[in-house]
Each structure stands twice: as C-alpha cells, then as structure tokens.
C-alpha cells in the first residue's frame, strides 16, 4: 500500500525563505532593524505544525492508517543529511580555530544527535539571549523542539481523532497552545532561557499549525471552492498579517516580552497560511516567486549553516566573537557562505538521499567506485572528506577546554582573592539585588576627616624616606609631590570585571579590600556597601564597579553615595563590554560624579579601548595585562583625588607663608 505524497501548499515555500531570512538577518547583522527576527523560528513551527498534521490526516483518510515508520524514515531522510554535514564540518573548522568556539562542544554534538538539544543546553545553564561565549550549534534547539514533535505528535493525533468534529478538533488544538503559552509566561519571569528552549513552553507555534489543519478540514478529501472572499478579502488580510510580521521581528527587546512576541507571530503566521492556500488567492502565488522559492526550498540548510558560519567567520577574522557585534563584514561573508553550502547539500546531498534513501544513495556511492576514473575520484574524494570531519569532530570533542577564556579569567581573579585573604567582609550574594545578609565580621574602622588630611599631608609635605623637610629654606612651603595611595585605604565593591582584575587591584594597591562577584548589578552593591558601612569597614576611598550587567539605577546609586558619606570619596569605575546598555551606563555615571561633590569616574572604557587584546574571548573580562590596566585606571583616580587634595592644602599653605611674610616686612 502505498502512503500518499505530502501535500503542496501555494506560498508556503515562500514563507519559509521569509521565515528563515529573518532568522538569518537577526543573527548575521544584529545591529538592523530586526531585532527579534528569532521569531522566524515560531513561523518555522507554525508550518511545519500544519504541514505535518495535514500530511497524517491525508494518509489517514487514503488509508486508514498512519504508517509510522514510514513517516519517521521520511523524517530521517529530510533531516539527518544536512546535519550531520553541518555539525562534523562545523566542528572540524573549529578545531582548527580552537580556543572558547571549542567550550561545550561536546554537549551540543550529543544534544545534535539526540535531538535534545533543547534540553542539554537548560541542563548545562546555557543562554540563547546570552552573548557571552560563541556556541557554536545554538541554532539546533529548534530542530529539537521540531523532531520532537514528530517522534510524538503521530503517536497522539489517533487519540485526538476520537473527538468526531474537526472545529473541535482545532478548539483542543488551541486550548493547548493557549496552555503551552501560559506556562511560558509563568517560567519566563525567572528563566527567560528555560521557558524559550522549553518543548513544553514553545509547543504554541506547533499547536497553533495543528488547530489550523484541523480548522481547514486538511485530509478530509473536499475540495474547497473559490469565492470572492478567497479570491481578494482572505490575500488582503493575509498580505497585512504578513506586514505586520515583519513588524513583530522588528519590536526592540522581544526577548524580554516572551513568549508575547512569538505568540503573536505565531498567530500571524496562521493568518498568512489561511490566505496564501485559500483556494483561488493571488497571495500564494506573490509568496511562490523563483527567488523566495528558491531560499524556502533551501531554508532548512540555510538555517543550519548560518550561525556556525557567522560564529567561525567571526573568530578567523577578529579572534573573537559577541553575537551582538558582528562585524558587518564578516556578516556578508557568512551569508555568501551560507547560501552556497546549502546550495551545494541541497543538491549533492538532501536530494539524492530523499530520492534514494540511505541504503540506495550507499549503493549508488558504491557503484561509482567502480565507474569512469572521474566518477570514482569522486566517490574517494567524497568518503575521505567524510572521514576527515567525522576525525576532526572526535578531535574538536576531546580538544574542547573545560571553561571558557572569561571563565578562567575570573576563576583565576577568586583564587588571587583566595590567595591573599585580604577582605575583612565576607563574601557577599551573588547577582542582582539578591545579596545575602553579610556575617558578623571583623570591622575596619573608617577613618574620619583627621585620618585623611594626615593621609594625605605626605602629598603636601614631601616628606621621603630620608626625612626632608616640607619646607625650603626660607620657610616656602614645597609643592606636594605625586601621590600614591595605599591600598589599605581602599574598599572596592564590584562584579565579575573587578573579580577578573584582582590579582592586578592587589599588586597595584597592596592591602586593598576588594568584595566582588559574577553577575551583579548596582542594586546589588547597594546592599552590599551599606552592609560594609553599618559594620564600620569601609574605608576612605571607596571603588564600586557595577555597570558591567545592565543599566544603571539612579536611587541604588545615590543610596551607596549616601552610605559613603562625604568624609570618604566614591570612585565609579564605567564600564566596557559589547552590550547595548553600555553606553547609557557610562553617561549615567559621568553626569553622576559631575552633579555630586566627592565622587570620581575611574575610565575603565577608555583605557581598555585600544587593548582589546588584552580580554578573554567575550571581549568583557580582563586577562592578566587587562587586569593591570584596570587597577592602574582604578588607582589613577584615587591618586587624582589625593593629588588634588594635596594641591589645594599647598595652595593655603603658600598663601599662609605670604601673608607671614609680608606681615614681617610690614612690622
């Protein structure tokens, strides 16, 4: 008995390559206007969602069954080629490039093969939002989520067809995407990742392609005619819906709105597939033009390759990679790259093995072996290539490090803390504004004003070792020599950029105290210097460096200025990193230290501007150089302050000795 074709749908080829291109321009060019063209993937679920659903109910009706494991061999023969043509090459080429592209390399390979990659990127902790490290295969949480979906969906559509009436049907199809949708909402407030990677908190997409098969009456053997509302009303409202699409994949910070931005492209989608495959509709047709035709019918190899292409272009141009600065020309590259490689498998590879399946596309390598010389240099050329990557696979896995470059950095940053023990402050909670109550510890007594004049009057005097006077010999006070503060009059408050340049703080500022932690923000360190000052350690200068994780909050702000107090003085170190807030942070920061008396920006941005060899791989955290420049920048504005102190103390002083003087040739 034979199992009926897949039905074709009018425009559907043309929404996959609008689906895929925005995937694709989301990733290759971040700055654009798309900045949540991740919702190209909801599209992707949509379709595949209703073509499925169709494609059971078709055969079903023509046979009264559904063949299972002919759909899954179909499934296979549409699916594995290309990915494992994209994964072994992907992974070869970053075996050659080596270094943080290799880090988790092993997981995603296992996530790859077993189609769980969703899943083995929420149990490593792994971010799709996040732009930390350069995961190389992060694009094949999808395909999970999609072959999932089709080892499970044939197995419960024959329950579902118990319910007699097809817009019954539909009506269970949404109730559960409306539940899919609503527990993505409850787990996105905490993990935002968790809740996008999910299968159960991204099925909507899935769920909603399903009701509208059932919605459509697919397989039920009618044949549906044409009216005036096919023909115009539906292509208009389908045309708009696909405007408005567009407009959902260009709304700034849709990740933050998940899973309201995908929901909603996802309903669109659904509108577009009812108008474009409405009988007699002009939509269809605009959407199957030769170039959109061409790209859907390649999309799925476009997918694939695009982010492994971005991501080692990336690296072999500029050493290093952050998914929200990508060098515009390394983005056409990869695009150039992209379209030709799936080209290329699409015909050598997808084509061949749809057609002739896995044992007879083998048979037809075998024979080729024993055709022409050029057919067999073929075939060898072909099966040491695939040996070749299948070996540099197995040696990315085994070479793969255990941290990233950051990770290490950091790490590296504790054990110098570790090391030193200098902190009289316990460690305090990590991340946001979740810092855990600080035990009982031994305080450092703040100096008071007294302490820092006499401090300081070593700037004034130009006391030395060798106990020279302040003064010349005629009583003229001497201009205050530069001054170089202690570190034991240091408190430093800061998150994971302050943890990495440690061991630079405490060879800069010996004796400093530093409390810092990956993943905190300005709330954060509001708590914390608070906790420091009721204890009594703070000390007379205070460092807080806490732009790094996400903007700036006024009130925290100015609450750590008031629990410093205006006998000690705040030092506000900026922040570098490829992220977006950036720049609103240091401005916040500047405009700051100018309205508030006592405050100081340390100019970590700009010093570290022209040294980006000088971070790890996330172009974010100093190695051992940049931990130097950090804690000098740090102790060149702690040095200005005490400098300027200096300067103005002679400055009395030398009035004093004026006056003095004129009063005795006066007398």
């Known amino acids: 008995m034979t199992t009926p074709t897949a039905p074709r749908y009018a425009g559907l080829d043309g929404l996959r390559a609008v689906a895929v291109l925005l995937v694709v321009l989301y990733h290759l060019f971040p700055a654009w ?18 073509l499925i659903t169709s494609l059971l109910l078709r055969e079903r009706a023509a046979t009264g069954r559904i063949a299972l494991r002919a759909f899954w061999t179909r499934r296979a023969r549409r699916l594995l080629p290309a990915l494992a043509l994209v994964v072994t090459v992907s992974a070869t080429l970053a075996w050659v490039i080596g270094g943080d592209v290799l880090v988790g390399l092993g997981r995603q390979v296992l996530g790859a093969a077993t189609f769980s990659y969703n899943w083995t990127s929420i149990g490593a902790g792994a971010s799709y939002f996040g732009s930390a490290e350069p995961e190389l295969l992060r694009n094949l949480w999808s395909l999970a989520v999609e072959e999932q979906f089709y080892v499970l ?42 809740a996008y990677y999910g299968t159960d908190t991204h099925a909507f997409g899935l769920l909603i392609g399903v009701a509208l098969a059932f919605g459509m ?3 039920a053997g009618g044949r549906r005619r044409a009216t005036g509302w096919t023909r115009v009303g539906m292509p208009v409202a389908g045309a708009l819906a696909l405007v408005a699409l567009v407009a959902v994949a260009s709304v700034p910070g849709g990740a933050d709105l998940y899973p309201a931005v995908p929901l909603a492209a996802s309903l669109l989608t659904a509108v577009v597939i009812a108008a474009a495959t409405a009988p007699g509709a002009w939509l269809g047709r605009a959407l199957d033009v030769a170039p959109l035709r061409w790209i859907g019918e390649r999309s799925y190899g476009i997918y694939l390759w695009h982010r492994p292409l971005v991501v080692l272009v990336t690296l072999a141009a500029t050493g290093a990679f952050v998914d929200t600065a990508i060098p515009v020309a390394a983005g056409l590259a990869a695009g150039v790259l992209t379209l030709a490689l799936s080209a290329v498998s699409y015909r050598m590879l ?54 990233s470059s950051s990770e290490a950095v950091v790490e590296a940053g504790r054990q110098a803390l570790t090391a030193a023990s200098v902190a009289p402050a316990p460690p305090m909670g990590e991340g946001g504004s979740d810092a855990t109550p ?23 005097s130009g006391d030395g070792a060798d106990g020279a006077s302040a003064t010349n010999a005629d009583g003229r006070p001497r201009p205050p020599a530069p001054a170089a503060v202690d570190g034991t009059r240091v408190t430093a408050v800061g998150d994971s950029v302050m943890l990495a340049s440690a061991a630079g703080l405490l060879a800069r500022l010996s004796g400093v105290q530093i409390d810092a932690e990956v993943s905190r923000s300005m709330w954060a360190g509001d708590t914390i210097v608070q906790q420091l000052a009721a204890q009594g350690a703070l000390r007379e200068y205070v460092v807080v460096g806490l732009g790094t994780n996400g903007p700036v909050d006024a009130q925290a702000l100015q609450q750590i200025y008031d629990a410093v107090g205006r006998d000690r003085t705040l030092v506000l170190v900026n922040a570098a990193a490829p992220r977006d807030w950036i720049a609103g942070v240091n401005s916040d920061l500047a405009a700051f230290a100018a309205t508030h008396p006592g405050v100081v920006v340390a100019d970590w941005a700009q010093a570290i501007a022209p040294h980006p060899d000088m971070l790890a791989g996330d172009r974010i955290h100093p190695g051992p150089q940049g931990g130097g420049v950090y804690a000098d920048t740090v102790a060149a504005a702690i040095d ?11 400055q009395v002083e030398l009035i004093r000795w004026a006056a003095d003087e004129a009063l005795r040739a006066a007398g």
């Open 640 to 650: 200005s302050v005490a400098n300027q102190r200096a300067e103005v103390r002679y």
């Open 217 to 219: 009456g697919a397989g």
């Open 438 to 460: 600080v035990p009982d510890a031994a305080p450092t007594a703040a100096p008071d004003t007294g302490a820092t004049d006499a401090a300081d009057a070593g700037a004034l």
């Open 33 to 50: 206007f798309l900045h949540s063209g991740f919702v190209g993937v909801d599209v992707f679920f949509v379709i595949s969602g209703f």
């Open 153 to 194: 969906w044939p197995l419960l559509l024959p329950v579902l067809l118990l319910v007699r009436r097809p817009w019954l049907r539909a009506l269970v199809a949404l109730a559960l995407a409306a539940a899919s949708a609503l527990w993505g909402f409850a787990v996105a407030g905490d993990a935002l990742t968790r």
């Open 350 to 403: 997808e084509q061949p093995i749809r057609r002739l399946g896995f044992a007879g596309a083998g048979r037809a390598v075998m024979a080729r072996l024993g055709s022409t010389p050029v057919r067999r240099f073929g075939a060898i050329a072909s099966l040491t290539a695939g040996l070749l990557v299948v070996g540099g696979t197995t040696a990315a896995v085994a070479a793969a490090p255990a941290v």
